[in-house]
């Protein structure tokens, strides 16, 4: 006999058996609710009264079974999940029938979306472990007294027959001053000794 002859026990229909095994209903459950990541989708919803039917309502709430992990590693948009959740609230269901509530929830999503990476690596890349202070030397210890750098002595100058030279902007020497200047072999200028020539060579 089969299930449709067979009322069951009791008088109660027999549970209903999937033919694929509820390949197909896996499918169509996976996709309806990934499609909840899209808020416009949620507007659209929302819009045509479908959130107004209490069967739809009970059916977001079976819907959450997909939180469980053995069901959470085939969605592919975990968004989905988290306005899952959010379609439990009779204010936010009615809220994302205006298309401003619709538009903020597309704008907070790209925001999350633009940091995702960011604020996921603070927490993934480990922090470098605080540097240790310092010890410090106990006062009982003696202070080592400190070695003086040595320091080479200046090497002498060259000694010069030449007078300095005179910094640039000031006048420089005349011919005349370096005549009888003390350390230079130059002669002096001995008047007396050019007359007794002079008249030696007359006589």
């Not at 896996?26 to 929302?46: G, M, S």
Request: glycine share 4%; with cysteine; proline share 14%.
């Amino acid at each position: 006999m089969s299930d449709v002859e067979n009322p069951g026990v009791g008088g109660k229909p027999p549970p209903y058996k999937d033919p694929d095994n509820g390949s197909q209903r896996f499918l169509l459950e996976l996709e309806f609710v990934q499609c909840l990541a899209n808020p416009t989708y949620i507007h659209y919803l929302a819009q045509n009264r479908y959130f107004e039917d209490e069967a739809f309502i009970g059916y977001l709430k079976y819907l959450k079974y997909w939180q469980r992990p053995e069901y959470i590693k085939y969605i592919m948009y975990p968004h989905c999940l988290f306005f899952l959740e959010l379609l439990q609230n009779a204010n936010f269901r009615n809220a994302m029938a205006h298309p401003t509530n619709k538009e903020l929830a597309h704008r907070q999503q790209y925001f999350f979306w633009k940091n995702y990476r960011n604020n996921r690596l603070k927490h993934i890349i480990p922090r470098p472990p605080p540097e240790p202070a310092p010890s410090q030397a106990p006062a009982t210890l003696p202070l080592q007294a400190s070695v003086p750098t040595p320091v080479a002595p200046p090497v002498p100058a060259p000694t010069s027959s030449m007078p300095p030279v005179v910094a640039g902007g000031a006048s420089a020497m005349s011919p005349m001053q370096f005549v009888g200047t003390p350390g230079t072999n130059m002669p002096k200028n001995d008047m007396r000794n050019a007359m007794d020539n002079r008249k030696r060579k007359m006589g």
